[in-house]
């Protein structure tokens, strides 16, 4: 069965960008939310991968994680943040992020990156 990605993201243009780029890689199963709160009344549709922004209204992507973990669910989460703090780098990865992108000028070059160069992972770009 073709994977299933959630894209969490306030931001509705970045949810249809991250969307176009996936179907262009022939991902057709996509869910996008666009609030932390949203995400996790889904959780049970059980993503392959969640594309996770930090800086939404309401929760952010810190609790989100935080709220997945206090309920022992694990996911493969790449969060997707415009800022540049190596505290919240450190903070997410500890929390079981295995990718952390910036959004900026390479945001589609690193998630090319990051989708080529996963061997393990359940989602990958051919």
Known sequence: ?????SIVDDDIFFQNYISAFLRQHNFNRVISYSTGEMCLAN???RPDLI??????????????LKEMNRQANVFDVIMVSSR???DLIQSVVKLGVKK?????NELQKNLKEYFS?????????T
């Open 100 to 104: 952390y992108i910036k959004k900026d």
């Open 51 to 64: 594309i996770l922004d930090h800086d939404m209204n309401g929760l952010s992507g810190t609790d989100v």
């Open 84 to 86: 540049d703090d190596e």
């Open 1 to 5: 069965m073709e994977p299933l990605i």
């Open 117 to 125: 160069n996963i061997n393990s992972h359940k989602v990958s770009i």
């Open 43 to 45: 959780i049970d549709k």
